[in-house]
């Protein structure tokens, strides 16, 4: 069976592309990761039961910090206001 394709994406990174695609312009945003918690009863390789946690994710976004670490970013470094170009303005032709 033939390997898949895998891409590797840096937390900073994704926290960019979340300030990006939420139009964030200011602050400093982090990751924010929330995990659930479940249990179940899994056979092993020799077909006895054990006792195993699940840890699903449940809720990935960003929230507000105050300082800068591995897991966040400053909004309007990584998603600047962009400026409006300036429009000229025509000249009403001389009769």
């Known amino acids: 069976m033939d390997e898949q394709p895998l891409l590797i994406v840096p937390f900073k990174d994704v926290v960019t592309a979340l ?18 918690l479940g ?3 899994l056979g092993d390789p020799s077909g006895a039961l054990r006792p ?9 976004g960003l929230r507000r910090v105050e300082a800068l670490d ?6 309007a470094e990584v998603n600047p206001i962009k400026a409006k170009p300036e429009r000229k303005r025509s000249r009403a032709k001389a009769e």
């Open 19 to 36: 300030v990006r695609q939420s139009g964030l312009h200011e602050g400093k945003w982090a990751l924010h990761v929330e995990f659930g």
């Open 70 to 75: 591995d897991l966040s970013v400053d909004a």
């Open 39 to 41: 249990a179940a009863n």
């Open 52 to 60: 195993a946690a699940i840890v699903p994710v449940v809720k990935l």
